[in-house]
Every structure is written in structure tokens, then in C-alpha cells.
């Protein structure tokens, strides 16, 4: 099955700068990334996500890059402010009709320092 | 109404009670799924529905029964739980036909405790 590495686990960084969340997946027939944004003791909710038929995908401060070859799409917050700390989760499936398993990845705690 | 409510919010149950869990969502996706998460992990998916019936079953204990009574209506059966179990509870649900790409939309969870 499906297999979605995250990295990094933990993430600092000062308010105004840029993050950068990693993941890599393993089926090649995935074409389907979405990314969710997790704050302490809510639901996930989808931010951003993208098909394989495009390499990335920009909504104001967030991007997303897919290179399939490799295999790895990345999330990008840029101007980070303090209601971007959350955990962020990654996930792959292989879609199509709309049932398919979303495979996560294991999750990013952001903290946005002021 | 866009989103997916759950009920109820906390649960606390004995290893010997039965109870339920609801999810409810008016968006007329026809697919609609249960996860399991514990605390700093993902959410671990446990049960698909497609259309009212169940599609994926990720060799979740049988101490779990899934139920989809309606298009709108998705349970969770309880019975016999250990310790173990304890976790948050999600509903999400998705549209579903040719080219849908399976964005799935989450409810708030419900926080189980076993006892």
C-alpha cells in the first residue's frame, strides 16, 4: 500500500518568515496530495491540495509543489503569522471517483514565534 | 449547510457499555468515513461508506460496528472497548463520481474515553 513521509516532525520559525513542509509517497499511481491544517482540539481542515496533472498550486500565502518524478510535494506558507501554528498533515491516495483512502503522512507541529 | 457535525462531543464509557456515535452531513456527498486519532499522530482511517454501503474495512475490530442508515447519516456502534481505544473519533465525508478527486471535509470529532 500506499507509504507518506513527512519531514521535519517539528517546526520553529519567526513570525514573517517562510516554512517549508516535506513529503515523499511511494505509489507512483497516487494523483491526489491534499494538505490539512490541524489546530489543538479541532478537526483537520484541507488548506490546500493538488492533482498530478500540475506541479504546483498557489492560494495567497500557501503553495504547493508536486514533482512526480520523485515522488515528494512540498507545502510552502510564506509571511507565517501566529494563527499558522498548528500541526500540518500531508496525504496521498490514488483518486478518481472521490471514495479513495487518503493515506497521512505522520504530521509537522509549526510554532510561529512573534 | 456546509458542514459535517458530530455527536456527542465526549464520551466516557465502561468496557462493558454499548453506546453510538453520530455524524451527520447535509452536503449530499455520498461518501462518508470514520477515523480513529490518537493524540501527536495522524488520523487512521477505519471505515469507508460509497453510496450507503461499506467499502473499505481496515480490519477494524469487530468491538466497532459501522452503520450508514441514510445518505446523510453515518454511526459508529460501540461495544466492549478497552482502554486502548480511547481516542478522538472523526466523521469526514466526500462527494463522489467520475473525476472527483476525494477532498474530504472533517467534523469536530468526538472525544472518547474508556474506562
Known amino acids: 500500500g500506499e507509504n507518506v513521509e513527512q519531514h521535519p516532525s517539528t517546526l520553529s520559525v519567526q513570525e514573517g518568515d517562510s516554512a517549508v513542509i516535506k513529503c515523499t509517497y511511494s505509489?507512483?499511481?497516487?494523483?491526489?496530495f491534499p494538505w490539512y491544517k490541524q489546530e489543538l482540539g479541532k478537526r483537520p481542515q484541507l488548506i490546500i491540495d493538488?492533482?498530478?496533472?500540475?506541479g504546483e498550486k498557489k492560494d495567497q500565502r500557501i503553495a504547493v509543489t508536486l514533482n512526480k518524478t520523485a515522488k515528494h510535494f512540498s507545502l510552502h506558507i510564506t509571511e507565517t503569522q501566529p494563527e499558522d501554528s498548528a500541526v500540518y498533515f500531508c496525504?496521498?491516495?490514488?483518486?478518481?471517483?472521490?471514495?479513495?483512502?487518503?493515506?497521512f503522512g505522520t504530521g509537522t507541529r509549526l510554532t510561529i514565534i512573534p | 449547510d456546509t458542514e459535517v457535525t458530530q455527536t456527542p462531543k465526549h464520551l466516557v464509557m465502561g468496557m462493558t457499555n454499548k453506546k453510538s456515535l453520530k455524524c451527520e452531513q447535509h452536503?449530499?456527498?455520498?461518501?462518508m468515513y470514520w477515523y480513529k486519532q490518537k493524540a501527536k499522530k495522524p488520523p487512521e482511517l477505519m471505515f469507508v461508506?460509497?453510496?450507503?454501503?461499506?467499502?473499505i474495512n481496515e480490519s477494524v475490530p469487530s468491538r466497532f460496528s459501522p452503520e450508514c442508515p441514510n445518505s446523510s447519516l453515518l454511526n459508529l456502534h460501540l461495544h466492549a472497548l478497552q482502554p486502548e481505544d480511547s481516542a478522538l473519533y472523526l466523521c469526514?465525508?466526500?462527494?463522489?463520481?467520475?473525476?472527483?478527486?476525494?477532498?474530504?471535509?472533517f467534523g469536530p470529532g468526538t472525544r472518547l474515553t474508556v474506562l
Open positions: 469526514a465525508s466526500s462527494q463522489v463520481g467520475s473525476g472527483r478527486r476525494g477532498e474530504q471535509f
Open positions: 505509489d507512483s499511481a497516487s494523483n491526489y
Open positions: 493538488i492533482r498530478s496533472n500540475v
Open positions: 496525504a496521498a491516495s490514488i483518486g478518481g471517483f472521490g471514495n479513495e483512502k487518503l493515506t
Open positions: 452536503m449530499g456527498h455520498r461518501a
Open positions: 461508506y460509497s453510496y450507503e454501503k461499506l467499502s
